[in-house]
């Protein structure tokens, strides 16, 4: 049966490091400072932004929340955005995504100072990550490197498939394995023979928002499972987009859900607007 790989355990754990290191900074004039900007009234951004303030806050991080009405001309965001640029007491900008249909989520991405972007979406970041250099690494495929590395996974030499290739997860955290010496295939909707490759791999991360898409018995003996999705089932049931009891049967480590690679998403964005804040009393 598979280890259980605790990500709110170990979330918990980063969140109380990361409080030292904000009272060392404290210490030389620095407080992190974190700016959220929400448009519109979306019930789940709602509560990810209430999260997020709450766990800033407890690691010492200010949080400075911009929440704007659905009818904001993107003008008026993206004066918002320049402004927190300039802003020597904010280190980290988050732009809560969905953004209404009538803005350009890219254009918005965009216009955030590559060195406040803690969720590493900009173009910017995302050529450093390519290019084996990041600034910032996106929050979710960092907490999927950090829960490997706590867990005393080795990832070099590794066969590793990724199933899923979104800007968000599946592509960054390809970039990510690869950078630490494994070998990987990203698998998507058009790939032929999945089982197949699912079933070679030494390390599975699933990320394409679909319940239980990997069957259980598709894993094989001794394999790593990062389950990324978060999928609610019609009886009100939780689950990923792995096949939890069968896989859990088979793998050697494996990723719960919730509580696997949730909790680690917003302990890394906290993380990156540490580190943003550490590199302004270097630069």
């Known amino acids: 049966m598979a280890q259980i790989i605790d990500g709110k355990a170990i979330a918990l754990k980063i969140r109380e490091e990361l409080k030292e290191e904000v009272e060392e900074l404290e210490k030389q004039g620095v407080t992190p400072g974190l700016a959220v900007v929400l448009v519109g009234e979306d019930p789940a951004s709602k509560i990810y932004v209430r999260n997020k303030k709450k766990a800033a806050e407890k690691a010492g991080i200010q949080s400075f929340e911009h929440h704007l009405p659905e009818d904001t001309p993107e003008a008026q965001l993206l004066?918002?955005?320049?402004?927190?640029n300039r802003d020597d007491s904010v280190h980290g900008i988050l732009v809560q995504l969905p953004l209404p249909k009538h803005i350009d989520t890219t254009?918005?991405?965009e216009a955030i100072s590559p060195?406040?972007?803690?969720?590493?979406f900009h173009?910017?970041?995302?050529g450093r990550l390519a290019t084996g250099s990041p600034l910032f690494e996106?929050?979710?495929p960092k907490g999927i490197m950090e829960l490997l590395k706590r867990s005393n996974i080795e990832v070099a030499g590794r066969d590793a498939v990724v199933v899923g290739r979104s800007n968000i997860v599946g592509k960054p955290v390809a970039l990510m394995l690869l950078s630490q010496n494994a070998t990987v295939t990203v698998c998507h909707s058009?790939?032929?023979d999945i089982e197949q490759k699912i079933g070679g791999a030494d390390i599975v991360v699933c990320a394409v928002g679909r319940a239980e898409f990997v069957k259980g018995?598709?894993?094989?003996?001794?394999?790593v499972v990062i389950d990324v999705g978060i999928n609610r089932l019609e009886d009100g049931r939780l689950v990923g987009d792995v096949e939890f009891e069968e896989a859990a049967k088979r793998a050697s480590h494996i990723t719960p859900v919730p509580g696997g690679v949730g909790p680690m998403t917003i302990a890394m964005l906290l993380a990156n607007t540490v580190l943003s804040a550490k590199r302004t009393i270097k630069g």
Do not use: A, M, Q
């Not at 004066?79 to 927190?84: A, G, K, P, Q, V």
């Open 217 to 223: 018995e598709w894993i094989k003996e001794g394999s």
């Open 190 to 192: 058009k790939t032929r």
């Open 123 to 126: 173009p910017y970041n995302v």
């Open 79 to 84: 004066e918002l955005i320049e402004r927190l």
């Open 107 to 109: 254009r918005v991405i």
């Open 138 to 140: 996106p929050c979710t």
């Open 115 to 120: 060195d406040k972007d803690v969720d590493g």
